[in-house]
């Protein structure tokens, strides 16, 4: 169920301090997708249709993609998408809760949590350990997300990991279409190979509970 759209705007949101000076000015649905604040039983729910594009080299590469709960390890068109966003009482991350459903009845599930680490950067990690940095900005009615690497954490130390080779580079954009809607897309930019790993689609946003 969505409220009224004057709780929408929540200015202790994590992502309020990333996007800085251009929250104030996105559109409602970008603070509905991005209103989940720290340390809340704060929920979102998105649910949305995808295409996902794999390469020849993708699909060798499908089971470390799996593994290490990078990314979905299969191609796919009209693939039904649910998304959780949460925080939790002692997290100060952005949770997401990716649940896929193909067309053959199979399904994957995708779980990360997003950590602020100065600025306008957050690390994405998986539950395998190995975290994917981003520089996430608004401008010219997008959202954007710029590939800064990938990361370990050790002891509680983020470690840089030099395998934007191996992996490629990941960027990836979201548009508002509507109060409640956005389309996005993401691609994985081998530095050889081209464009390796790439999806797109349309996401409404279904429900929101706020904590008071």
Known sequence: ?????????????????????SWPQMPPVM????????????????AGVMKIELSFLAKLMAPLFKLTGTLVPRAG?????????????????????????????????FLSKMEP??????????????????????????????????????????INLPISWLFGFGNASEVATSDTGFDMEMTLDHPVWGVI????GHFEIIEIKLDD
């Open 1 to 21: 169920m969505l409220p009224k759209r004057s709780v929408h705007y929540k200015a202790d949101a994590i992502f309020a301090k990333i996007f800085g000076a």
């Open 31 to 46: 603070h509905d997708h991005y209103a989940i604040r720290p340390k809340t039983n704060d929920l979102v729910i998105a």
């Open 77 to 109: 068109d009209d693939v039904q998408v649910t998304v959780r966003f949460t925080s939790g009482p002692d997290s100060k991350f952005m949770c997401f809760d990716r649940h896929f459903v193909f067309q053959d009845g199979r399904s994957e599930r």
């Open 117 to 158: 680490v100065g600025g306008n950067e957050i690390i994405e990690w998986t539950g395998s350990g190995i975290g994917w940095r981003a520089a996430f900005t608004y401008e010219n009615g997008k959202v954007r997300l710029t590939h800064k690497g990938y990361a370990y954490k050790m002891f509680g130390k983020v």
């Open 197 to 200: 790993y790439g999806y797109n």
